[in-house]
């Protein structure tokens, strides 16, 4: 993916009211940033934004977490949010492998949105559904780990199937055609694109229950 250049973006990002310029201060203790004991559900690299802030419109009663490592990304999505005050969402700018850094055991969702496929085998670990990331995210989940993704890419689907059963998840809805299905579903922007270029999305809903 090649970044445009944005000037002063990382200016622009955490000067946003939306976005949490310590968020290692309320790690285990988001609620308090929220001022309320609502359920708290994470988009994994948020993009410019339109999946969260669409989630956080919809669902007043759910707070919401974007995170994205890019600032040139980012900074289109703050600029959208500049006349919001959507009171559930707040934005971080970091990357996914400090995430146990931010949070611990207060996530109730998690939400991968048409995430770098890494297609090379080499590169395998680096997809969020591998292995290595699943064992971060059971340090940040309240409850039973919740994982929902959408992809155009059928070679990264195929291998989140796999090692999100593998790592002893059931996957509770499965699509590969997602406008076609009856799910309740906000898009993002890449989806948006694909969808008019007549692409396939594909999509997972994925829950660990605890061992009985």
Not at 40 to 66: L, Q, W
Not at 201 to 212: E, G
Request: charged share 30%.
């Amino acid at each position: 993916m090649r970044l445009r250049r944005v000037k002063d973006a990382l200016e622009i990002v955490e000067a946003s009211k939306y976005i949490v310029l310590n968020p290692e201060e309320y790690k285990g203790k988001f609620n308090t940033l929220f001022n309320n004991d609502n359920p708290i559900h994470v988009e994994i690299g948020m993009g410019k934004g339109d999946y969260v802030v669409g989630m956080a419109e919809k669902y007043p009663d759910i707070n919401f977490i974007g995170i994205e490592k890019y600032e040139s990304v980012m900074v289109r999505g703050v600029q959208k949010l500049e006349d919001t005050d959507y009171k559930n969402l707040k934005l971080l700018h970091m990357d996914a492998l400090n995430i146990c850094d931010v949070f611990d055991h207060e996530i109730d969702t998690i939400y991968l949105n048409f995430s770098d496929p890494w297609p090379k085998n080499k590169h395998a670990k680096r997809r969020l559904t591998s292995e290595v990331f699943l064992k971060l995210y059971d340090n940040i989940f309240k409850g039973e780990p919740h994982i929902v993704q959408k992809t155009d890419n059928i070679l990264l689907f195929a291998s989140s199937i796999e090692s999100l059963s593998k790592y002893g998840y059931t996957i509770e809805k499965c699509s590969l055609d997602l406008a076609n299905e009856d799910i309740e579903n906000v898009e993002t922007e890449y989806e948006k694109k694909f969808k008019a270029k007549g692409y396939k999305i594909n999509y997972l809903d994925a829950v660990k229950y605890s061992k009985k």
